[in-house]
């Protein structure tokens, strides 16, 4: 049976939703202040920061990660947050700090590859800014993971599986593709398909846990080579001044005075 989920229950406020949350929020209110004492430089800032498709093939890559933390407006600002707060807790939650950051900050990259696809298909350029790609990104992932968990559609008095809320924001963002929004609603789209891959291709765990335990798969063997390689030269060694000396499979000392077979001496 579904669980449902009430959009008035707040989820836990911590990890790295937190974090990025408190990232958002603080450069927000950052360039906010600096607006007011030094106008030319946060415009120069947010210039540097904000996604410019022409200026990303000039090598300003880090703009793919970085216009997800500049925002317009209060009230969009709020919004965008909340439905961190809410996407990202949860998933966070059942999937840890590590995998929400990863499909986050893909899906981040992959709406501004898509606005940037779509800039030079129309031959004009713009300024990016917004959390909406990774959003998009996160919301998918809870549709496709968690597709009949049911919302309570405040103030409504009625229930919606989160597939079909998911359903409802994809068709409001190809229903702007005709309107004058089209560029934030393609980008919107290219976040959720970087979403939706990253949870089809990704290992489980996301790809850095994988990366980590195979990089420390690969110096553990070969830490276990080399004890090996050592201990055989020491066999030699020792035999060569009238001793034997014996070692296991793993590198490790035998000691003849122990009984083998006695399980205390095992480990």
Do not use: C
């Amino acid at each position: 049976m579904p669980r449902s989920l009430g959009v008035m229950n707040f989820p836990d406020f911590r990890g790295f939703t937190r974090r990025l949350i408190l990232w958002n929020v603080g450069i927000f209110f950052a360039l906010l202040l600096l607006g007011v004492a030094a106008r030319p430089f946060a415009n120069s800032l947010t210039v540097l920061l904000a996604l410019i498709p022409s200026a990303v093939l000039h090598g300003y890559i880090w703009q793919l990660l970085t216009y997800s933390f500049l925002h317009q407006g209060i009230l969009n600002t709020a919004f965008e947050m909340l439905s961190l707060w809410f996407l990202g807790s949860f998933l966070e939650a059942n999937h840890g700090s590590r995998w929400l950051a990863e499909i986050y900050f893909v899906s981040v990259a992959g709406a501004g590859l898509a606005a940037i696809a779509l800039s030079f298909a129309a031959h004009y350029d713009v300024v990016l800014t917004g959390a909406f790609g990774g959003i998009f990104g996160l919301l998918v992932a809870f549709g496709v993971l968690y597709g009949d968990m049911e919302f309570m559609l405040f103030p409504l008095p009625m229930t919606m599986k989160a597939k079909y809320l998911v359903a409802v924001y994809m068709l409001i963002s190809i229903a702007m593709l005709f309107g004058a929004q089209r560029l934030y609603a393609f980008a919107e789209l290219g976040g959720a398909l970087a979403g939706f891959l990253y949870i089809r291709l990704a290992p489980r765990r996301g790809f850095l846990s994988s990366t980590s335990e195979r990089y420390f798969g690969l110096r553990n063997n070969y830490y276990r080579w080399k004890r090996r390689r050592a201990a055989k030269k020491f066999e030699v060694y020792m035999r060569k001044q009238g001793r034997d000396v014996r070692f296991d499979s793993e590198g490790k000392y035998i000691d003849p005075d122990k009984d083998p077979n006695d399980r205390r001496w095992m480990n």
